[in-house]
């Protein structure tokens, strides 16, 4: 039995008559014949009743062109599904990203995807830079974005934007009324950062800055997240400098200090595997 027959077969529960579904099919009245026989043999069941005038379902028939119609329509429904999933129209995406990147170009993203591709579902999922490379590589997620992230070579990235570093005090700091632009007057007060072990790359951008004003901070506290962090200083536990997209939306009794003047910047870093460039590129372009 193939498609091919369970649509004559259709055909001809829709005629009843052999002459007019061999001309619809644009075959030959003998071979329609032949493989409704076929259908009937394969299937130990009669179809249909045949007469020299007439030609009516059997109960067998009735039921089989019922469910033969389900069977056809499920099929089109199927491929039509592997062709928008194949067209990357349907499916799903999933991306790993910081908590800054949910506070900038996540949201934004995921809503030009659902006005692009309505049944394509995507999977947004926040976790450490460590773990968004891990996740990647395993294709475990399709791409990440991260600050100042640490890339292997199998990795392909693209800067979605630059972005100011901003110092947080706890709210009764005493340099949390002050112009600070020297950061060296730091270099006495205990720092909270993320972990440099889930952190990859975006701890080293911190502790560079800090070198470049000649000290090296004395970190007391880490937390894998951004929220952690913040909790953290505003408990009096110690400062932090993060990007600005990290503190978006806190309300917290902390002191945030825009660093302007620093020539450094971080940078939020959309990436993927190389090996997927192609497969990739039309999701790649939405942000």
Not at 105 to 120: A, D, E, G, I
Request: net charge neutral.
């Amino acid at each position: 039995m193939d498609i091919q027959q369970i649509k004559n077969f259709l055909v001809l529960c829709e005629t009843l008559n052999y002459r007019k579904a061999a001309g619809q099919i644009n075959i030959v009245q003998p071979a329609l014949s032949r493989q409704i026989q076929l259908l009937e043999n394969e299937m130990g069941a009669t179809l249909f009743n045949r007469s020299k005038r007439t030609v009516t379902l059997t109960e067998a028939g009735l039921f089989f062109q019922k469910e033969a119609d389900r069977i056809l329509q499920d099929l089109n429904k199927t491929i039509a599904r592997a062709a928008q999933i194949n067209n990357g129209e349907a499916g799903e995406i999933r991306i790993t990203h910081a908590s800054s990147a949910m506070n900038s170009v996540v949201p934004p993203f995921l809503v030009r995807m659902k006005q692009r591709w309505p049944n394509l579902k995507t999977i947004a999922q926040e976790t450490s830079n460590f773990e968004q490379i891990e996740m990647v590589l395993a294709r475990n997620a399709d791409m990440g974005v991260a600050p100042n992230i640490m890339l292997p070579p199998e990795m392909r990235s693209k800067v979605l934007y630059r972005e100011n570093y901003v110092l947080i005090l706890p709210g009764n700091h005493p340099l949390a009324k002050e112009k600070i632009t020297d950061l060296s007057v730091l270099k006495d007060e205990t720092f909270i950062l993320p972990q440099v072990s889930t952190g990859v790359g975006y701890v080293e951008a911190i502790l560079q800055i800090c070198q470049d004003f000649g000290f090296k901070p004395n970190v007391a506290h880490e937390s894998a997240h951004a929220m952690g962090v913040l909790r953290l200083v505003e408990a009096g536990l110690g400062i932090s400098i993060e990007p600005v997209s990290s503190v978006s939306g806190a309300a917290m009794n902390i002191k945030l200090i825009e660093l302007k003047s620093l020539p450094q910047k971080a940078s939020m870093v959309l990436f993927w595997l190389r090996e997927r460039d192609a497969e990739l590129s039309r999701f790649i372009e939405m942000f």
